[in-house]
C-alpha cells in the first residue's frame, strides 16, 4: 500500500511540475478555470490526505510530546500486524522491554468504523542544524510519522482521533514509565518536591483484606480513572478523597501501595510538619502532577481540632532547653514552626486551588478516626472511609497463598477459630507465616502462627481478667471512699447539730436572765 502511494505520489509530483511550467503560458482567465478543474481532478484521483509528525520540531532538542505519544500508541496497538519491530529499554519495572515500529514500516489502524494508514519514515538530511550536531550524533536523520486517510474523514481525524492517539499514548506511556514517590523537601529549596522510584511490590493481589471490600475499592478506582467526563459533567474536580483507618500494621500503608501500582500513578508523600505555612502548602500543591495520590499519614499526629500544632512530649522536653538561649533564640525557633492550620488543609484538599490538575487521590491514615475533627472526614472531602482491621480467616487465606503458597490445610480450620477468638494484625500474621529458615516448611509456619494465636489469646484473656480485677478494685475504692464521705458528711451535720443546740440552750439562758433580772423571777422552758 504504501510503495502504491509513494509511486502515484512521484507522478503527482511530476505533473505539478509540469503543470507550474506550462501555466506561466496560459492566460490568467483560461488559468482559474484549470486550475478550479484540475483541483476536482486530482481529488478524485486521490482523495487522501497525508499528515506528517516530526521527531523534532523547530530548533527544539526535545523529542515532540506528539510524536512520542503516537510512537507509545502505534508501539502497543500494532504490533501484531508490523513486519518489521523495534525494542526499546525501558524504565519499568513490570516489563524489561516495549516494542515499536521500525523505520519505514506501515500498518493501519481503525477509528470508528474508518481506516488509517499510519507509516514510520526515516530520511536522511543532507545539513545539519548547527545546534542538533553536538547533542545527536546521528543528527542529519529525520524521523517522522505518516497518518493516510481519506479527506472526507478530515474532521474526525483532527477532532477525534488524533486526541484519542494521544491520550491513549500519553496513557501507556504513564503505565509503563518508572513511577516516583516524591516528598516535600526543606522549605528554603526551590524544588520542594524530591524524588526516588517507586518500587513497592505491594498490588490487590497481594493485600490481605475482605474480598468483597477489595472488590469494591477496585471497582471506585476504575470508575474514577475512567471518570474524566462524568466528572466534568457533574461540575467536580477530578480527584476523590480516601481516609484509612485502623490499628497500626494492618495495611494501610501497603493499600496506598496497592492503588499507585494499580492506576498506574505517582505518590506525593507530603510530610505536613516540613511545610511552613497554608501559602507554602498551596505551592506545594500546585506542583503535584496529575496522575497522582497524595498521602498525609498520620493525619492526628499533625494536626489538632483547633488547627493548631500539636506538640509532642519530646519537643516539650526540648522547649526547657530552648528558652536557655534567651527570648531571640525562642522567638526564631517559633518561626521555624510549621503554622498550618486546619483551615488551611482543608483547602489543600478541596479549596478553589485543589482543583488545578486533575486525576489526583488524596488520601489520609490515622489509627485514631475519632480524634479527627468531622469537617476533614466528612464525605466530598474525604469519599471514601477504608476501615483496615484485624485479620480474619478470608485476610488469611490471601497471606497463606502469598507467604507459603497454601490454598488449604489441616490446621486451617483451628486458625479460622483462632482468628475469630483473637484480634492480630495481618503484620503480625504474615511475620508467623514467613519461614525463618530454609529447612522451616510450610507446616512449622503454619503451626508456628498457631502457637502465636494461642498465645496471643491466652495474653487477651489474662489482660481482660486483669483489666476487670482493676475495675472491681477501682469500684470497691470509690465505693468505699463514698462510704467515708457520706460518713464523714453524717458526722459534720451531727457536730452541727450539736453545736446548734448547745447555742440555742446558751441563748435561751441568756435570756432567762435577761427577763429575770427585771422583774426579778426566773422563767423555765
Ligand atoms: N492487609 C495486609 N495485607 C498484606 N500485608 C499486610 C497487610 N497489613 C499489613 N501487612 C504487612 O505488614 C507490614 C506493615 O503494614 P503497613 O505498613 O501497611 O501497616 P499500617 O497499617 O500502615 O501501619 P501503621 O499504622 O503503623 O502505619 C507490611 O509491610 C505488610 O507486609
Ligand atoms: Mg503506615
Known sequence: MGEKWSQTSTVITSFMFIYTVVRQFIPSELRSYLSKYTRKIFSLVYPYIHITFDEYSGD??????????????????????????KAHDIKSSKTPLSLGLDDNTEVTDEFQGVKLFWASRKLKEATNTPGRYWSYPNSDEKRHYRLTFHRR????????????VVEEGKGIAVMNRKRKLYTNGAAERRNRWVHIEFEHPASFNTLAMDPKRKQEIIEGLLKFKKGKEYYAKVGKPWKRGYLLYGPPGTGKSTLIA??????????????????TDNSDLRKLLIDISNKSIVVIEDIDCSLDLTGQRKKSEKEKDEDGEKNK??????????????????????????????ACGGERLIVFTTNYVDKLDPALTRRGRMDEHIELSYCRFEAFKVLAKNYLDVESHDLFSKIERLLGETDMTPADVAE??????????????????VEALECAKKDAVRKKAEEEAKL????????????????????????????????EVKSSGALKKTLKEPKGSVITN
Not at 526535545?62 to 518489521?84: C, F, H, M, P, W
Not at 507465616?433 to 529447612?439: A, E, G, N, R
Not at 470497691?476 to 462510704?483: G, R, T
Open 60 to 85: 527544539s532538542f526535545n523529542r515532540s510530546q506528539l510524536y512520542v505519544a503516537i510512537e507509545t500508541y502505534l508501539g502497543a496497538n500494532s504490533t501484531t500486524q508490523a513486519k518489521r519491530l
Open 153 to 164: 474523514h478530515l474532521d474526525l481525524i483532527t477532532t477525534s482521533y488524533l486526541n484519542h
Open 258 to 275: 496497592a492503588m499507585a501500582n494499580f492506576l498506574g500513578y505517582d505518590i506525593y508523600d507530603l510530610e505536613l510538619t516540613s511545610v
Open 325 to 354: 538561649g534567651g527570648p531571640k533564640k525562642k522567638a526564631k525557633e517559633e518561626d521555624k514552626k510549621s503554622k498550618v492550620t486546619l483551615s488551611g488543609l482543608l483547602n489543600f484538599v478541596d479549596g478553589i486551588w485543589s
Open 432 to 449: 508467623n507465616l514467613m519461614p525463618k529458615s530454609d529447612t522451616e516448611y510450610k507446616d512449622e509456619c503454619l503451626q508456628s502462627l
Open 472 to 503: 472491681k478494685t477501682d469500684q470497691e475504692e470509690e465505693e468505699e471512699k463514698l462510704k467515708n464521705a457520706k460518713k464523714k458528711k453524717n458526722w459534720r451535720n451531727r457536730v452541727k447539730e450539736i453545736l446548734l443546740i448547745k447555742k
